[in-house]
């Protein structure tokens, strides 16, 4: 009798595990269709061929099965270069309605004679009004900080997908023969044929020489702003970059190129900015010169991580972009080389995050009289803090997400578009790299951001923005700290005197040198304008520079005893801590 119920048991569960089966393939093909729908069929294409690679994949072990790969890989790259070809041809035909709506057809134009400009009119293109977009909207009133698991799923403005792009050699070979562009909907190109002379490196440098010469003629300190008469356009320089945009309803006084954005539209001159690198040389301390001009293979990092940022759309659109010979030295043993320059030309944006925070306050202490020590006004600035964060935290989780460390997170470095749009931008090497494996340790690289950025807003900006800012983020910040805990290089880290010294490593050992250089360069050293101070805790028994940063981003300062972030790092007796509390506030278990 046990014989038949078992083999009556053994059929039941083996159609059991059949309809469960069936029930998920269809759920499969579900999900599938309404991936498919509203793709194109290039994209559709692509898809399938990708499919076809990981399906032939899985039977590699025979000689048929490779044989099987090796066609499906080989369609597959076909797929791309068709799809590359058709995204070109597109940006080529718009690009040449911009030239035509802008150079008259009949001029012959060498890089010596530059064309004439005249005014047009024009009205934005539709060509890509159905490529799907995500409204950049400010952050609600009682709007609440994403889980980890919300990250991690990548949801509407927390998506992100990684976009195929040229290697740092091969971009870099790129833009010395021809002018690059990058953005979201097509990725990393070349300017094309459409664009006439303008298609060129050699065309540019003509314009490169007239914002050279004007920088020189109106030669300041590192981040002041003034006009320059000699071409109509306002400069403002840092360190190594000098920045030339024209005023609204002003005409520049150099000839400069078409450009059209990513869906087509011809853009007025004051809607971009030209980004290049200073020309003059500073004087070390022992007499020699320092140029702002870099070896080709780093300057190619910078320009990398520009193009990368602007490909995924963390930063600013790149219209265009070259790389330039900008002087030649020569060395003690008679050897030389050539350094070169780059050149952006990027889509400006609004203000940045400083300005954004001091209008704000401005606004606030306007609307409450002036009284700025009441609790109506100090509430308001929490609230302003909040939004500011968490309209911020999607450009930090998408740098992080894809594969992104700066160590140079500032709030004069995250800026937001004209349509309210936030963006990441100035990537020098020294101080940013985007790691191979973009998604292994994305919380440690996010934490880190969160924690840099948030001490600069401790200490930069008012306090009780600063308590808002940090009190939406704490709930992240602790659930990272229990994710982040693999990557050794950012709880290895200490509170040290490191001064700055440029790096191109790309290893965990330089990230910890990173993280403690410019933790030492901008709170160690530097007094607080209207915030907190960083005054870290040194020594051998010290707690890492980590915690610190982290202790002082939530509370503004180093000594603050907060055992939930102490649980989070694994301390066990914060645990324990955290354990008797409980205890004690239900004592009936």
């Not at 704000?360 to 803090?385: C, P």
């Not at 807003?457 to 602790?478: H, K, Q, T």
Request: aromatic letters at 6%; glycine letters at 6%; a positive charge.
């Amino acid at each position: 009798m046990s014989r038949p119920r078992t083999a009556a048991g053994n059929a039941g569960v083996k159609l059991l595990q059949q309809r469960k089966q069936a029930i998920a393939k269809n759920k499969r093909a579900t999900k599938q269709t309404d991936r498919l729908a509203g793709m194109s069929p290039r994209s559709v294409a692509t898809l399938k061929a990708r499919e076809a690679v990981k399906a032939a994949a899985k039977e590699r072990r025979t000689t048929e099965g490779r044989a099987a790969l090796r066609k499906a890989q080989y369609e597959y790259r076909q797929q791309l270069d068709e799809v590359g070809r058709h995204n070109e041809k597109k940006r080529a035909e718009r690009r040449k309605q911009a030239v035509e709506q802008v150079v008259p057809k009949d001029d012959t134009t060498t890089p010596n004679r530059p064309p004439e400009r005249r005014r047009v009119s024009f009205t934005p293109s539709t060509a890509n009004a159905g490529r799907p977009r995500i409204a950049p909207e400010a952050p609600s009133e009682d709007a609440t900080c994403p889980r980890v698991s919300e990250l991690k799923e990548g949801r509407g403005v927390y998506g992100c997908d990684p976009v195929g792009l040229p290697s740092m050699d091969g971009l870099a070979c790129m833009a010395t023969a021809s002018v690059v562009y990058a953005d979201p909907g097509t990725g990393i190109g070349a300017w094309g044929e459409a664009a006439g002379t303008w298609a060129a490196p050699q065309r540019w440098i003509p314009l490169i020489e007239r914002l050279n010469r004007a920088f020189k003629s109106t030669l300041q300190q590192a981040g002041e702003s003034k006009k320059s008469q000699d071409l109509n356009m306002k400069l403002q320089n840092g360190e190594y970059n000098m920045v030339f945009h024209v005023e609204p309803g002003e005409e520049p006084g150099v000839q400069l190129p078409p450009l059209v954005d990513a869906d087509g539209r011809v853009l007025k001159p004051e809607e971009v900015v030209f980004r290049a690198t200073r020309p003059d040389a500073a004087v070390r301390n022992n007499g020699d010169p320092f140029h702002r001009y870099k070896s080709l293979e780093a300057i190619s990092r910078e320009f990398y991580y520009t193009l990368h940022g602007a490909a995924h759309g963390y930063a600013p659109p790149c219209l265009a972009a070259i790389l330039y010979p900008g002087v030649e030295i020569t060395y003690d043993d008679g050897t030389t080389e050539t350094l070169y320059g780059a050149l952006y030309v990027l889509q400006r944006a609004a203000k940045d995050l400083v300005s954004l925070m001091d209008d704000e306050t401005r606004r606030l202490r306007d609307l409450h009289a002036g009284n700025t020590q009441s609790a109506a006004f100090a509430e308001a600035m929490r609230r302003s803090g909040r939004k500011a964060a968490l309209w911020l935290l999607p450009v930090l989780v998408r740098q992080a997400k894809l594969g992104a460390l700066s160590f140079d997170a500032k709030p004069a470095n995250y800026v937001f578009g004209a349509d309210g749009k936030p963006y990441a931008i100035d990537f020098d090497a020294a101080m940013y790299t985007v790691c191979d494996d973009t998604r292994a340790q994305w919380h440690a690289a996010l934490l880190m951001i969160i924690a840099l950025l948030t001490a600069h807003v401790r200490v930069y900006l008012e306090p009780a923005i600063s308590d808002g800012w940090a009190n939406v983020l704490r709930p992240l910040v602790l659930e990272l700290c229990g994710h982040a805990r693999s990557a050794r290089w950012l709880f290895d880290a200490r509170a040290v005197k490191r001064n700055f010294r440029e790096s191109m490593e790309n290893t965990d050992d330089a990230s910890k040198r990173r993280l403690e250089m410019m933790t030492h360069a901008y709170f160690t050293s530097a007094q607080p304008s209207r915030g907190a101070q960083f005054k870290p805790q040194t020594g051998k028994d010290a707690p890492g520079l980590a915690e610190q940063l982290l202790k002082f981003s939530l509370h503004g300062t180093t000594n603050k005893r907060d055992n939930e972030l102490s649980a989070a790092l694994g301390c066990a007796r914060a645990h324990s801590a955290l354990a008797a509390a409980e205890t004690v506030a239900r004592p009936w278990g």
